[in-house]
């Protein structure tokens, strides 16, 4: 797929107002990712999705050419990308933005190859992301709890949202209660 200008605002958290981003997303191969603003996302493109990593969810939306893209009880202003500003304008049929409702920033780039380690890589690879408190520091029982929370989890994610990072979790956590049960 193309890369498009998309309206991205942070829903986890707030109410209709969140940090709103008007930018350039790119699609993975099979456009089931969206990347944008160093972050991945998964869902249906447009819509709800989650950021990969800290599982946020997010709006993702298409450009309204009348109206605005934030809800109508959001507030905040809206982050325009500087390297589509033009082409926003022409969307939208206007000359300038009103700056009580726009601000312009630069938007990073995102490694994409970095989040394909993440979603197809090996345990090694998925270290990096360990969303869970240090594993080394909890109890053999607490670690057991882990393991617990871990497997209902991968029992009912599914394989689009994220199952073989709690699948990697729940190996490393067995493999340190092993080691720590050896020790004893």
């Known amino acids: 797929m193309k890369p498009q200008i998309k309206y991205i605002e942070l829903k986890s958290g707030y109410n209709d107002d969140g940090p709103a981003w008007i930018g350039v997303v790119e699609f993975s191969k099979t456009g089931q990712t969206v990347y944008f603003n160093g972050q991945a996302f998964k869902g249906n493109r447009h819509g709800m999705c989650f950021d990969i990593e800290t599982k946020a969810s997010y709006w993702i939306t298409g450009i309204k050419k009348d109206g605005p893209n934030r809800h109508w009880a959001g507030k905040g ?48 690879a998925a270290k990096v992301l360990d969303k869970y408190p240090d594993r080394k520091e909890l109890s053999i029982e607490q670690l057991k709890n882990v393991i617990e929370y871990l497997r209902g989890r991968e029992n009912y994610t599914s394989p689009n949202n994220g199952v073989k990072f709690i699948t990697v979790k729940k190996l490393e956590a067995e493999k340190l209660l092993e080691k720590l049960e050896n020790e004893i």
């Not at 809206?78 to 926003?88: A, C, P």
């Open 77 to 124: 202003k809206i982050l325009v990308d500087k390297t589509i500003v033009e082409d926003f304008l022409k969307i939208k049929k206007w000359t300038a933005l009103d700056s009580n409702y726009y601000e312009l920033v630069e938007i990073k780039k995102t490694d994409k190859q970095r989040f394909t380690t993440i979603e197809n890589g090996s345990i090694e």
